[in-house]
């Protein structure tokens, strides 16, 4: 089946279609006040559909029939230009948009022309701009995009408060992160609370969950791409907000000007400082919690952008994050610290050879790293895991003559993982455990995609994409008997190849246009994960740890079908879709002790087991994006399933996000000039959980007796929050509004996790045992204060 | 090496606190009683049974009983069963155990046999029979060659004067995979012996070495961290060290991790007690052991 799938796409791929004599408009769209490109805007000749969109960096190319062209360029919330060409030759032209003027009720938040809903060959796409990402309501006044993406189907949270989250049914670790080309591992704050992504530095977060193309790997699920916002070319301009948690502010302009300009943006909480003291008096027994604890968090990030020339341009980005926790319990004699963050840094160069040819330069680093350590009188331990990558990524775009579009590229990464590196110090002994070896790998793939119009309503989107894994020393390996037993060591020498793998995968997307408002849309997707995200806990926590392929751990396996009825109606005002897909799942990894398994005889890659995984589904999507009530409608009706031989007896049994409905509608209303209110609704399945069922007595000691795996329900998860915003002063100087937000209006007590509270006295006959549930969000008022200048 | 046991048992017990605490922090946010409809799974017998290398088998056999039941004086009665019959077979001899009351253990009654003991290299086959033979359950355990440790002594912990470890030189035996576990009962103090924290230990990393190890009190509550888990001076400890065979380790380990684990709820409950009774839970287990007293003194 896939050997012939692969033929069909390397047929697919060198396909030669003739046309008649053409010629080729190409160049650039700009925001004509800032000089930004934009991205997304579409371009197409009047009378003839499709047309083509701008990519992300504002550039495109278009063929012009033989003749008279009127060439119609439209971007939301810009004011569409039309502009008549007649030409015999291959000509380039930049266009210039004007945004839109709120006056006239045209209020505009989407970065995403409906058109492409229904002309674009790709599937499961779901774009948002920091404006609409904005406009939701928000925790504690925190904008947030991948909340955002979380109210769209097919894209779920984990539980209350945690970033982390799961398309189709994938893992949190299938989901690959890109800030400007450079992977960002864990994208979480305060436990998950709030992502690492600041709104005011962000243009656009683009999600894809299906028929995703050749050119991205690494992940089964989904890619995030998150482009950077570049610094205004022409206007210096600051802007920031105050809230109640947290407050933020950023910088922009030119560098010099109309060639180069930067972006830099800083946020930092306070919870330690402000929230302790307002919420000292409302908790009972605050006291002995907020007096020994302190917590902060805060992000940076800049941008540099510099266009050299008209074919070359540069840009520089940069974040670095972290958190940090304390806790202090003088009674106890114990101390606790845990941080954690994320570094990524990337040089990108663009480079236009002609009006057909074009290429991508990137080269990254990202580190992530998370520490833990304990104290408890003369007793510390310390808990340290992370991850390094640098990647360099080349990507070459090729249009042809008869309009295909060519893609093809390298991208190569090296690894360095440090799984799980336990320290501990007792007055007068220092040791180390064995599990505390890094691991070293190389991560490569070339790729070529072919995009081609077989006909003016068919057209196909194929790719190959070829990957290659190499797990390489320093490592040691341990030799076991029949009964798993150490019997030997082999020692491999630094840069030393282990273990190779090499993979092929096949991707094809396809679009037909029923009419001019509606098409149908398949996919197929193979891929390759050569990392793994060990989990030990039910939430997402960042205690979690990456591991690379090696001997044992085999890599990940996905493949995915998807289909979809794409609609447009009352003239692209509301777009639709129903799209259904099945994927299958290889190789998935559990813990089956949990983190603190026994260090003493266990290596920690071997307390790992392997299984498969399923899912199904269908999502529903209603969007409005233009007028003064605009939102969207999503319903995703599912089910994941996981089959591990050594849990649940080797029976199938839910995921434990196993999600069958989730709904989510997104509403918001732009009053007039000055008011605008928006509220979001959200309702889920509970998540899967395993529960002991009965108890017994060993020694003394009651051991509880669990029932089949995640075969318990959680109460479902819903909330509505509520949020208006005014617009206090806005003129071309200063922009001032105020945010009030409600978070989970009605204070609905959503599960975050469950625990039991065992009361016994054994010797003297008693024990109790309760549920308890605990939730960490009641209703929540916040108010934000935000300012332009 | 040496100490990784001890050092393991401490950051379980820094572990706990860290978890208490997080839920002792996150709990003032909003918590409430939470009742939950499980399924009510069927009772089974459990068995908590074993026998020594030169001594008569005991078994106590009770119920499991459903996780949110209370259990006070009145309803364990319900849980004890008292009415079995309880048959130890090993070659062609057998016997069928006595019920007699037993404070040292809880519940306080125990099957007991008087004829048949264990032998080294011998294989044990239990047998408890019901009215309803649809509730009998069956098992099987042998008794391995017995290792004794070189020597068993009290040493203080450092900084400590009053407070210490019984330490153990064990030289394991090469070319075999050999499973130790090791209890303590403190003269006047202790009814019966206390499994020390995380007392089942396999030679996996120290196969044909000789080490030198500590071993903490066995507690009660083993996750009491408030209370220590030490010896004091001038106690009189009786040591005893076993050797068991795999399956009989497996319990004993999987129990050491279900107890240290399962009160955390932010971990992955994947693991499970192994059992190596038919139809049944807990444990049917042989053991080769050798005692030593030792006084805690400077």
Redesign the interface.
């Given at each position: 089946m896939t050997r012939k799938i692969t033929v069909f796409f390397i047929i697919n791929i060198f396909v030669i279609s003739f046309y008649a004599q053409e010629y080729r408009l190409s160049g650039y769209i700009y925001d004509s006040i800032t000089s930004n490109v934009l991205t997304g805007a579409s371009i197409y000749i009047k009378g003839t559909s499709p047309g083509t969109v701008s990519n992300n960096n504002g550039y495109y190319s278009i063929l012009l029939k033989d003749g008279e062209n009127t060439i119609i360029v439209s971007y939301l919330g810009y004011k569409s230009v039309e502009k008549t060409i007649k030409t015999a030759t291959n000509i380039s032209m930049d266009f210039y948009l004007k945004p839109g003027v709120i006056s006239t009720g045209e209020v505009v938040v989407s970065t995403k022309d409906p058109r492409t809903n229904i002309e674009s060959a790709e599937t499961g796409i779901i774009q948002l701009s920091g404006k609409e990402i904005e406009r939701l309501p928000a925790l504690m006044g925190e904008a947030d995009p991948l909340r955002a993406l979380q109210l769209n189907p097919g894209v779920q949270s984990a539980s209350e408060g945690v970033s982390g989250y799961y398309v189709r049914g994938g893992g949190t670790d299938q989901n690959l992160i890109l800030l400007d080309n450079a992977t960002v591992y864990n994208p979480s704050h305060v436990l998950g609370f709030f992502s690492v992504f600041n709104t005011d530095a962000i243009r656009s977060v683009k999600l894809i969950k299906s028929g995703i193309p050749a050119n991205y790997g690494s992940r089964l699920s989904s890619v995030i791409e998150i482009t950077g916002k570049e610094g205004d070319f022409k206007n210096y301009s600051t802007k920031g907000s105050i809230g109640l948690i947290s407050s933020k502010i950023s910088s922009q302009g030119p560098v010099f000007k109309n060639n180069s300009s930067f972006l830099v943006s800083y946020r930092r909480s306070y919870i330690d400082e402000v929230l302790k003291p307002l919420i000292r008096p409302l908790?009972?027994?605050?006291s002995?919690?907020y007096n020994y604890?302190r917590y902060y968090f805060y992000d940076a990030s800049a941008k540099l952008t510099c266009k050299i020339n008209r074919n070359n341009k540069l840009s520089l980005t940069y974040y670095k994050g972290r958190d940090d926790y304390e806790?202090e319990?003088n009674q106890?004699n114990?101390k606790?610290n845990l941080n954690w963050g994320n570094m990524v840094a990337s040089l990108n160069w663009n480079h236009i050879f002609n009006e057909n040819w074009y290429c991508r330069n990137s080269i990254s680093l990202s580190k992530y790293q998370f520490s833990f350590s304990?104290?408890?009188r003369?007793?510390k331990?310390g808990l340290f895991s992370g991850i390094e990558d640098i990647n360099y990524k080349i990507d070459f775009n090729r249009i042809n003559i008869n309009g295909n579009v060519i893609r093809f590229g390298v991208d190569y990464q090296y690894h360095n993982f440090i799984p799980n590196n336990?320290d501990?110090v007792?007055?007068?002994?220092n040791?180390k455990?064995?599990a505390n070896q890094n691991l070293y790998s190389h991560e490569s793939a070339v790729y070529i995609a072919n995009e081609t119009s077989l006909t003016n309503r068919l057209k196909i989107n194929s790719g190959l994409r070829l990957t290659g894994f190499l797990h390489v020393g320093p490592y040691e390996e341990y030799i076991r008997d029949y009964?798993n037993?150490?019997t030997d060591t082999f020692t491999y020498k630094s840069g030393e190849l282990i273990k190779p793998y090499f993979n092929l995968e096949p991707r094809v997307s396809l679009r037909y246009l029923l009419s001019d408002n509606s098409s149908v849309k398949a996919s197929f997707t193979t891929s390759y994960q050569y990392i793994h995200l060990a989990?030990?806990?039910?939430?997402t926590?960042p205690t979690d740890i990456w591991l690379p392929s090696t001997k044992r751990i085999k890599p990940q396996k996905g493949m995915q079908i998807s289909a979809g009825y794409f609609i447009n109606m009352f003239e692209n005002l509301v777009t639709g879709s129903v799209d259904i897909y099945y994927k299958d799942f290889r190789n998935q990894i559990?813990?089956?002790?949990?983190?603190?398994?026994?260090?003493?005889?266990n290596i920690f890659e071997e307390s790992i087991?392997f299984g498969n995984g399923q899912s199904y589904g269908i999502e529903l999507l209603l969007r409005k994006q233009k007028g003064k009530a605009t939102g969207w409608l999503g319903y995703t009706l599912g089910k994941t399933t996981r089959q591990f031989n050594?849990?649940n007896e080797g029976d199938i049994y839910p995921a434990k996000y196993d999600r069958r409905h989730d709904i989510n509608l997104v509403l918001s209303y732009e009053l007039n000039g000055k008011w605008t209110f928006a509220s979001t609704f959200i309702y889920a399945t509970g998540n899967a959980m395993?529960?002991?069922?009965?108890?017994?007595?060993?020694?003394?000691?009651v051991?509880?007796?669990?029932?089949r795996?995640n075969?318990?329900r959680m109460?479902a998860y819903h909330r509505l929050d509520l949020s208006v915003t005014y617009l206090a002063k806005k003129t071309d100087k200063f922009e001032s509004s105020w945010n009030f937000s409600v978070f989970n209006v009605y204070s609905r007590?959503n599960?975050?996790?469950?625990?039991?509270e065992?009361r016994?006295d054994?010797?003297?006959?008693?024990?109790?045992?309760?549920?308890?549930?605990?939730?960490?969000?009641?209703v929540m008022p916040s108010l934000t204060w935000s300012f332009r200048f | 090496?040496s100490?990784?046991?001890n050092?393991?048992s401490?950051?379980?017990?820094?572990?706990r606190?860290?978890f208490f605490?997080i839920?002792?922090?996150?709990?003032?946010?909003?918590?409430?009683?939470?009742?939950?409809e499980?399924?009510?799974?069927e009772?089974?017998i459990?068995v908590?049974g074993w026998i020594e290398d030169g001594g008569y088998p005991n078994v106590i056999l009770?119920?499991?009983?459903?996780?949110?039941s209370?259990?006070?004086?009145g309803s364990?009665r319900d849980y004890v069963v008292t009415k079995a019959k309880v048959t130890i077979v090993t070659g062609d001899q057998y016997e069928v155990l006595t019920l007699k009351p037993n404070d040292a253990y809880?519940?306080p009654y125990v099957y007991f046999g008087s004829e048949l003991r264990g032998e080294v290299q011998g294989t044990y086959h239990l047998k408890v029979e019901f009215e309803d033979s649809d509730n009998n359950v069956y098992a099987s355990t042998s008794i391995p060659e017995l290792t004794e440790p070189d020597s068993v002594w009290f040493q203080l912990e450092?900084?400590s004067d009053s407070l210490g470890r019984i330490w153990i030189k064990l030289s394991d035996n090469p070319g075999e995979?050999n499973y130790y576990r090791l209890l303590t009962r403190r003269k006047g103090k202790d009814k019966r012996y206390v499994?020390s924290f995380?007392s089942a230990?396999?030679d996996?990393?120290f196969?044909g070495e000789t080490i030198v190890q500590g071993f903490n009190r066995g507690l009660?509550?083993?996750l009491d961290f408030?209370r220590d888990n030490l010896f004091r001076l001038g106690d009189t400890i009786s040591v005893k060290f076993c050797s068991l065979d795999?399956e009989h380790y497996e319990f004993w380990?999987t129990?050491q991790?279900?107890?240290?684990?399962?009160?955390?709820?932010?971990?992955?409950?994947?693991?499970?007690?192994r059992s190596n009774i038919q139809n049944g839970?807990?444990?049917w287990g042989g053991y080769a052991a050798s005692y030593h007293t030792v006084i805690a003194k400077k």
């Open positions: 908790v009972k027994g605050s002995s919690f604890s806790l319990r106890l114990y606790n304990a104290q408890q003369e007793i331990i336990i501990a007792t007055s007068d002994l040791l455990f064995g009964n037993e150490i989990t030990a806990s039910s939430v926590l559990e813990l089956l002790y949990g983190i603190v398994n026994d260090y003493s005889d087991t050594e849990i395993t529960l002991p069922v009965g108890k017994y007595i060993i020694e003394g000691q051991i509880n007796e669990y029932g795996t075969s318990f109460p007590s599960p975050f996790y469950i625990y039991f065992i016994e054994i010797s003297n006959y008693y024990l109790e045992i309760n549920a308890k549930q605990i939730s960490l969000f009641p | 090496m100490v990784s046991i050092i393991n401490l950051i379980y017990r820094l572990l606190v860290t605490l839920v002792a922090s996150t709990a003032q946010f909003c918590e409430k009683e939470l009742s939950i499980l399924p009510q799974p009772s089974k459990v908590e009770t119920r499991s009983a459903p996780y949110f209370s259990i006070d004086s364990l809880f519940p450092p900084g995979n499994a995380k230990f396999s996996k990393l196969n009660s509550d083993l408030t795999k380990n129990y991790n279900e107890i240290l684990l399962s009160a955390n709820p932010f971990s992955a409950s994947n693991a499970r007690v839970l807990g444990i």
